[in-house]
């Protein structure tokens, strides 16, 4: 066991409240300490009273006293110890989640893709105040298991060396088995919340309102939860596998120290008939090694293995603190006002723990004040340029510049603060509609809802910007997929920035609402550098330049006239779908 992993659970809970950490230390060693002052004074009333007995000797009611205040003293420590350590909970609570939850908001877009990454944050994740403190707890009982033992051990030793050294050995199998028990049941600890991270997600399909439609028209819930059942009882097994090898272990030892303990009360016979120990002290004594062996049976086994729970933890916190942050912090800043180019050059790319090129060895060149669409089939790439060109990948080969720049060297902000984006998949966020656009402005607000025909929401009448959406507050309302695009639209219209990108924006609107809405946002758009991101067509025609993606590669580029004369892959996906269309709109 590594020093520091004493030190870990001491030094955060230090850095909150150095009173109360220093107080529930010395309360915890002045605990352990009465323990041994309880037993010599209990021998000398055992032997006052058989005194009393044999020889008619007066009772010393003054050591009754003494043990009754040793007994009250101990018990308004603890109280004052749960009080302390309430106090620490409390300031754990009011930071350690932040800080997770900040830590969470910084992480790198390509690590929240990574599996073994999000089993991390979930276990890390899971009641993190709690472990702190039940680490920090069980740090101090061991401690205070130690030192109880070695005063138990100290006064044996002043009677009998030999008695003493016996008793200690006792620790040894347990230290070994409880160091092992701790990593197996962690182990197991691990293997369990895999599962659960997988029954949790079919527990919340069962449950959330937002698949009840589909699962219900397509008949999911028996599967749905046979899955979350199969997950959880998987779980639940592992774990009852690892306490069977924890249980088993600890039985052997169990046995093997009771035997040790009785060989040690027969030994310690030899020291009271010689009259090295007085009847009361062995019988006190002989009372306490009982008690030592339900300790380190009990509390000094469950304290070990908890401490070793508790370094697997701390490796699992350190890892987690120690993955790559977007701090905002570091390489170049974005001075120019103007975006004259963006370059991909020669780039290839794979997800994480994939080996199947998403891009390969793509090429192109746009210029700024223009505007761009890329098509293609789905899974064709055409988002994965996107999030490469945002920064959130950065383990890709060749090179991307904007303004002959490399954006691998710009700071992450300032590369985000390029971008006003309509991303794919748009999130549903309860909060008020001024919360969403991130805009008070109302006179704005209307202007871009009008050009964009946003009826649905009459800002006039209905709270002005303070429309609130979903079920967290009591007056709000629902929206419908093709509406929540229309918003995110709005939102990125309403960004003033340099770029701006639409994924796939209208996959919930009809064709000839996004045909219309197309036609209004290339007219607000007019003279802006704008990227279109789409399978569908019927927009994409009226970009300056588009390029056709297939197979991780630009297979076509041109206008819309040039490439239908082409009758490759555009004239043919166009073709398809060109009855979705009025060709007068």
Not at 524 to 548: D, N, P, S, Y
Request: glycine share 6%; net charge neutral.
């Amino acid at each position: 066991m590594k020093p520091l992993s004493f030190l870990f659970y001491i030094k955060f809970f230090w850095k909150l409240n150095k009173h109360s950490t220093a107080a529930v230390i010395i309360l915890k060693f002045a605990v352990a300490v009465l323990y041994s002052f309880e037993t010599v004074f209990i021998a000398a009333l055992i032997d006052n009273i058989i005194d009393r007995l044999t020889v008619n000797e007066p009772i010393t009611y003054g050591r009754v006293a003494v043990i009754v205040g040793v007994w009250i003293l101990r018990r308004s420590l603890v109280y004052w110890y749960e009080r302390c350590k309430v106090r620490l909970k409390s300031a754990s609570n009011a930071c350690l989640p932040r800080l997770i939850l900040g830590k969470k908001m910084r992480l790198a877009y390509m690590d929240l893709s990574d599996a073994k990454i999000l089993e991390l944050m979930r276990r890390i994740g899971s009641n993190p105040t709690d472990k702190f403190i039940d680490y920090f707890d069980n740090i101090l009982k061991l401690f205070e298991v130690v030192v109880r033992i070695l005063g138990l051990l100290f006064i044996i030793a002043l009677k009998s060396p030999l008695v003493a050294l016996l008793v200690s050995i006792v620790l040894i199998p347990y230290y070994v088995v409880s160091v092992k028990n701790g990593k197996i049941d962690y182990e197991a600890y691990e293997e369990s919340e895999e599962y659960m991270r997988r029954a949790d997600y079919f527990k919340n399909v069962i449950s959330d309102r937002k698949y009840t439609e589909e699962r219900t028209l397509f008949g999911y819930s028996d599967y749905m939860n046979d899955r979350y059942s199969k997950e959880y009882n998987l779980a639940i097994a592992s774990s009852c596998k690892a306490n069977r090898i924890v249980f088993l272990r600890a039985g052997v030892v169990d046995v093997m120290s009771t035997f040790v303990v009785g060989v040690t009360a027969v030994a310690l016979l030899h020291a009271l008939f010689i009259y090295e120990m007085t009847l009361g002290l062995y019988i006190s004594v002989v009372k306490s090694i009982i008690n030592y062996v339900e300790t380190i049976s009990m509390q000094f086994a469950k304290a070990m293995l908890i401490l070793q729970k508790g370094r697997l933890f701390q490796q699992d916190y350190m890892n987690f603190e120690s993955l790559p942050e977007r701090t905002g912090e570091g390489g170049e800043q974005f001075i120019e006002q103007e975006i004259q180019s963006i370059e991909f050059k020669d780039v290839s790319f794979s997800y994480p723990g994939s080996e199947q090129k998403v891009l390969d060895h793509i090429s192109f060149c746009l210029e700024g004040g223009r505007q761009y669409a890329f098509v293609g089939e789905n899974g064709a790439g055409k988002s994965t340029l996107v999030k490469l060109l945002l920064g959130f990948y950065t383990n890709y080969t060749g090179e991307i510049r904007i303004n002959g720049r490399d954006i691998r060297q710009l700071n992450e902000d300032a590369l985000i603060g390029l971008f006003s984006i309509v991303p794919q998949d748009q999130t549903r966020y309860e909060i008020q509609l001024e919360e969403y656009l991130k805009s008070d402005n109302k006179e704005e607000v209307k202007k871009v809802f009008d050009e964009l025909s946003i009826d649905y929401l009459d800002i006039d009448k209905q709270n002005g910007l303070q429309i609130s959406f979903g079920h967290l507050e009591e007056k709000g309302i629902e929206l419908s997929g093709g509406q929540w695009q229309l918003l995110s639209i709005a939102r990125s219209v309403l960004v003033d920035a340099p770029i701006y990108i639409l994924d796939e924006p209208t996959a919930s609107i009809d064709p000839v609402r996004e045909a219309e809405l197309y036609a209004a946002f290339q007219k607000i758009m007019q003279g802006k550098f704008a990227i279109l991101i789409t399978h569908r067509l019927g927009a994409a025609k009226a970009a300056e330049e588009i390029f056709v993606l297939g197979q991780g590669k630009i297979l076509e580029k041109g206008n819309h006239e040039e490439l239908m004369k082409q009758k490759g892959m555009y004239y043919q996906m166009y073709d398809a779908q060109r009855g979705w269309y009025d060709e007068k709109t």
